[in-house]
């Protein structure tokens, strides 16, 4: 997959980076480095891969290196909220290969290798890790690494994580750099609530709209269609569990043709009507 490439900055020279998140969102990416994520304050929708999902309070993500990825996080009153997440980096060459050959790495290594296609964890498992990540963007040293160590662990034991992307994803990028497919994501995210026409979004790509369709799919594991479905069911879902609109309104906000419409679409990603999926909150 086509994304920018992003350098990862260490500002005191160390392996691993942990700070917190302002709003780092909607950049269609990717990076050498290891990424772990734990969100705390936002809602929104994360693409990793060709993976695209909602996520919530205490969300966490682990993923390898180079896996193009963005978060899109919903605004309230226009901004998100402050250090709304905790954000890891690191390098897998900084543990050193012979450290990693070691018997009691183990599931050190499975963890690792799972990270290829991201690793989501269980609001719990994520809980377990939160003071010690708040830790480490506070320490140096030995204590840093220590509470790095920590965490892993947290996430070798963790019996519900679950891949992201598909099992036949491949990494693939352009050192380059290319932000065309940062684009077409932005533009989906600003203008998903209107009709979005195959010609229009292929303008956005300077494509012609047989191309980008071929190119969209095989970029991001879906169809341009599907994709847009999949972004305003989202954030239906989000405005369904926190606000009091009625369903008619949320489906006229998401962008979607009509009330009928918008049912289809979400029973087919949610599984349930929207209002059904609105009432085990309400319960």
């Not at 969102?25 to 304050?41: A, Q, V």
């Not at 180079?66 to 390098?91: D, L, Q, R, S, T």
């Not at 994520?126 to 320490?139: D, P, S, W």
């Amino acid at each position: 997959m086509l994304a920018e490439l992003e350098k990862i900055p260490y500002d005191n020279g160390g392996g691993f980076r942990a700070i917190y998140m302002n709003d780092h969102g909607g950049f269609w990416h990717f990076h050498p480095e290891f990424e772990l994520i734990l969100n705390t304050k936002s809602y929104g929708t994360r693409i990793i891969g060709d993976n695209v999902e909602l996520f919530d309070l205490y969300d966490m993500t682990f993923i390898a290196g180079n896996i193009p990825h963005c978060w899109n996080h919903y605004k309230v009153e226009g901004k998100v909220p402050g250090n709304h997440g905790i954000m890891v980096h690191f390098k897998i060459e900084s543990f050193g290969e012979a450290f990693l050959r070691q018997h009691e790495m183990h599931g050190l290594r499975e963890l690792f290798n799972e990270a290829e296609r991201g690793i989501a964890f269980s609001v719990q498992d994520a809980r377990k890790t939160e003071q010690h990540l708040v830790n480490m963007v506070n320490q140096n040293g030995i204590d840093k690494m220590i509470e790095l160590f920590t965490v892993l662990q947290i996430m070798c034991e963790a019996e519900k994580r679950r891949p992201l992307c598909s099992e036949n994803y491949k990494i693939s990028f352009d050192e380059r750099g290319n932000i065309r497919m940062t684009d077409v994501y932005n533009f989906i995210r600003e203008n998903f609530n209107r009709s979005i026409s195959l010609e229009e979004i292929s303008k956005v790509a300077g494509m012609s709209p047989f191309a980008f369709s071929r190119y969209f799919k095989k970029n991001s594991g879906a169809g341009f269609v599907d994709y847009l479905n999949q972004v305003r069911t989202n954030k239906a879902c989000y405005l369904l569990r926190e606000t009091e609109f009625q369903v008619h309104e949320i489906a006229v906000n998401c962008g979607f043709a009509s009330i009928s419409n918008f049912n289809k679409q979400f029973k087919k990603s949610v599984g349930i009507s929207p209002r059904d999926y609105r009432e085990q909150y309400n319960s």
